[in-house]
């Protein structure tokens, strides 16, 4: 042992310097050498489990899907995490300095990790015995947040960089600087620096001045720390070192710092601003992405291209709510929103805490009345300004008592509000009512509810569609989710299946008192038409312009329900919600505004039955095409025999000559309807806007419109369909909870002004297509009373138009089967329907 030991003594005298110093340098290499030894090894260990870096691209983004309108104008996005992509070269050179000057100055001259910064951190690290503080250059950050764990340990910081490195040598630093520009967490949900521009400044990356980029750039380091809404103090202090921090790079000169370092705090709050408003769609394209593409709808970066058409669901919008705010004027104020104390000069700051709570609902803004004068009010709004409502628009807020009551006529503004109630406002925007109410009038929330939905005829593409007041008061789409009695507007769909079984719009049917007894006086039931009047003999034509429910239910009866019924399932209503008794001509159906203007829909495209759809494509983050609709269209070359379109037989379709060649081509839409019964069934609903139940319409000025009217039993819901060659359009009103509108709340009235202010708009710059007769329509003289062929001149002589071969008059038939004496009560004996005349 000795021996040995010493032997070792011997060669480290001869062999080692006897100076400690040199020792030491000795010890100090052998521990760097050591330590090289140990990276080596632990980086051959962690590099094969490095991530690879093929999917580090804008796909890899949990990029929100946005849905479109058809000509690419924003609707929706939908995602957990606000994100905006962007290029690097649209990203301003100022922010670029910025977020360098906060974040990695070196960032163009280092090869992806800062040695020196992570010697500093290590050994600050050390001394405080945590793992706190780091040396992040920008392309660590990028690697971190793409492929590794937030978490601050060793080996996760040895991971990142060795995918620092990684990184550097597969991509450029252009590549690094745009993943970082998109990635980068920055609070508030959002995701990169577009998104955050949004967030919080509401605007768009190139509008941002210096000291908002500053703000921006100091948020990667600790996005709620430094939050400019949350912690304002301490946002200003980080940004003003960043400002410093450029400044000493040169990046700006003295001026603009000190400019910037006093320029205030102006960040807030910013929701998404979409370009238009269709909320409706946006969650039926959502619930239709989530069925089709699950996990991936929220992150995938879908473009969801739509059909709606942007100036059409503009009008939609503002014509339904519009529409619902001049129902709640002619039935009375229902009093504030709710009441706040206000004494003396206003708090401000404790109004807008008030405010706070109460949402702009469809455009109405929420606001505190500061003053009331005696024809005017001053009202403090949620947006910090100062209103005042003058009595054009007081005076119309009479109380509301019920749907058919309403209090005395107000005399002053103190009849209708007082000093601290929560109101809302609606803006004037039209000129001319500007001029005669001012820029705002009093409202309130409206209780009923309504829809709108437009379709293009031709194909069924979904040309606009609004499912009620405000999406975010109500999510519910009465267009696709109210089913509804839709009252005489079924009416055109009864006297069509009588037109189908041997009628002309000349045939006679009596309007005559109907009564059907039951079994007991309760049981009884007398349908009567709206005016209370009784007609003798009258033209369908003409019963169905004024919508003559005698005629309706006696024609019904003639034809056969079972009939009527198996007839009307060929326009797409469900046969479970027909009834199978003589109430049906009175619309005790159920149906949707959706199956409702798709009904309608085969009188406007000359009888095909075409299926609606609203997503016209569907894209991936690099819009690339995955889904495109391919609607079945109408086939005019390929008409049905006329026993085929009798019974409701789809149109048979020529085999292609090479069906490699016609693979792509759409399925052909079913003929439902034979062209003749169609146009006359359009015919015919014209004359109700000519002379009949809509003929507030013939304000639009055109001579190519249809359409009808529908009133429910106790005005429960009022309905208007109307349609051209080129658009149909459904309109409905009513309750959620059925009740009644009040009387006089017909479709007419009801829904006839919200479909005539929409089409105004979608008609505009729409040529007019008059009906064309079918070669085998003819057009003859008859008699306005009787129906029969008569001579020029006959004082009664009008134009009436015949399929060829049922010239002569239709006699009023009884079919087997039916109810015989018009004593004998229907299957089921239901309420009475009343149905205005004009």
């Known amino acids: ?123 600050h690290n050390l001394r405080t015995q945590s793992a706190g503080q780091g040396a992040s250059t920008i392309t660590m950050q990028v690697a971190r947040n793409f492929f590794l764990s937030p978490e601050k340990t060793y080996t996760r910081k040895i991971k990142e960089i060795l995918l620092a490195f990684k990184i550097e040598r597969e991509l450029s630093k252009e590549q690094i600087l745009e993943l970082y520009f998109n990635k980068i967490f920055l609070g508030h949900r959002a995701y990169g620096f577009a998104a955050a521009a949004q967030v919080y400044y509401g605007k768009t990356l190139k509008e941002l001045t210096l000291p908002e980029m500053a703000m921006l750039a100091g948020l990667p380091k600790a996005p709620s720390r430094d939050n400019p809404l949350t912690n304002p103090d301490n946002a200003i202090e980080r940004r003003n070192a960043i400002l410093r921090q450029m400044q000493n790079l040169g990046f700006i000169d003295e001026a603009a710092y000190t400019q910037a370092i006093n320029t205030p705090l102006a960040a807030g709050k910013h929701a998404y601003k979409f370009n238009v408003e269709a909320p409706y769609v946006a969650e039926m394209v959502r619930q239709y992405m989530i069925q089709a593409y699950d996990e991936k709808t929220y992150a995938g970066g879908f473009h969801v291209y739509t059909t709606i058409n942007t100036n059409d669901q503009q009008a939609a919008v503002k014509a339904l709510r519009d529409g619902l705010l001049e129902y709640e004027h002619r039935h009375g104020y229902r009093g504030p ?76 503004a103190a009849d209708v509000l007082k000093s601290g109630d929560i109101i809302y406002l609606e803006a004037i925007e039209n000129p001319a009512l500007q001029q005669e109410i001012g820029p705002w009038r009093l409202a309130g929330i409206p209780e009923v509810s309504g829809a709108l939905v437009s379709l293009r005829p031709s194909d069924g593409a979904v040309l606009a569609l609004t499912g009620g007041f405000d999406f975010y008061q109500s999510g519910f789409n009465r267009v696709t989710q109210a089913e509804r009695q839709p009252g005489s507007s079924i009416k055109p769909f009864i006297f069509c299946a009588a037109l189908d079984k041997g009628f002309t719009p000349a045939s006679t049917v009596s309007g005559a008192p109907i009564v059907m007894e039951g079994e007991s006086p309760e049981d009884e039931w007398r349908p009567e038409d709206y005016s209370k009047k009784f007609f003798g003999p009258t033209r369908l034509r003409k019963a169905l312009a004024l ?21 009307l399932e060929r326009f797409g209503f469900e046969p479970a919600k027909l009834p199978r008794n003589l109430s049906l001509a009175l619309g005790t159906a159920s149906a949707t505004p959706m199956q409702m203007v798709n009904a309608f829909a085969v009188f406007a495209n000359g009888g095909y039955r075409v299926t609606p759809y609203f997503i016209a494509r569907i894209e991936d983050a690099n819009h690339n095409v995955l889904e495109t609709a391919k609607p079945a269209l109408p086939c005019r070359d390929c008409e049905a025999p006329a026993s085929a379109v009798a019974a409701g037989t789809p149109a048979p379709v020529p085999a292609p000559a090479d069906p490699s060649t016609d693979k792509d081509k759409p399925a052909m839409a079913p003929r439902v309807l034979s062209p003749e019964v169609s146009f006359l069934v359009a015919s015919m609903m014209q004359d109700v806007i000519r002379e009949g139940t809509g003929q507030k319409a013939l304000i639009l000025g055109r001579k190519d419109l249809s359409g009808k009217t529908g009133t429910t039993n106790d005005y429960r819901d009022a309905w208007f369909s109307g349609f051209n060659a080129d658009v149909v359009t459904t309109a409905w009103i009513g309750f959620d909870q059925p009740a009644s509108l009040g009387r006089g709340e017909t479709g007419a009235r009801a829904a006839l002004p919200i479909w005539i202010d929409f089409m105004r708009n979608a008609l505009q710059g729409i040529p007019e297509k008059p009906l064309i007769p079918p070669q085998s329509v003819v057009r003859i003289t008859v008699n306005s009373e009787t129906g029969k062929p008569t001579t020029a001149d006959d004082p009664q002589a009008m134009q009436e138009y015949f399929i060829q071969g049922t010239e002569t008059p239709h006699e009023l038939p009884i079919v087997e089967g039916e109810p015989g004496p018009t004593t004998a009560p229907p299957d089921q004996a239901p309420d009475n329907v009343r149905e205005k005349l004009f």
């Open 1 to 123: 042992m000795n021996d040995s030991g010493s032997f070792f003594a011997r060669w480290a005298r001869q062999h080692l310097p006897a100076k400690r110093w040199q020792l030491a340098l000795i010890g100090l290499f052998g521990l760097f050498a050591s330590g090289v030894v140990m990276l080596t090894l632990v980086a051959l260990i962690l590099t094969p489990t490095l991530p690879a870096l093929d999917d580090l691209s804008g796909a890899q983004l949990k990029v929100p899907m946005r849905v479109y309108t058809s000509d690419g104008q924003l609707i929706a996005e939908f995602g957990e995490e606000k994100r905006i992509p962007v290029r690097i070269d649209e990203v301003p050179d100022l922010l670029i300095k910025s977020v360098l000057a906060a974040e990695d100055h070196s960032f163009f001259y280092h090869h992806g990790v800062d040695f020196a910064g992570i010697l500093r951190a290590t050994l």
């Open 547 to 567: 919508s003559l429910n005698l005629v309706a239910v006696r024609l019904l009866r003639a034809i056969g329900v079972a009939y009527a019924a198996e007839y």
């Open 337 to 412: 929103a709710g009441h706040v104390t206000v004494r003396g000069e206003p708090d401000k700051e404790h109004l807008d805490d008030v405010l706070k709570d109460y949402r702009v609902v469809g455009d109405l803004l929420p606001g505190v009345v500061l003053k009331v004068d005696e024809k005017s009010v001053q009202v403090y709004t949620q947006d910090g300004t100062i209103a005042e409502i003058g009595w054009p628009g007081l005076s119309w807020a009479r109380a509301y008592i019920d749907e058919n009551t309403l209090g005395a006529a107000p005399k002053k």
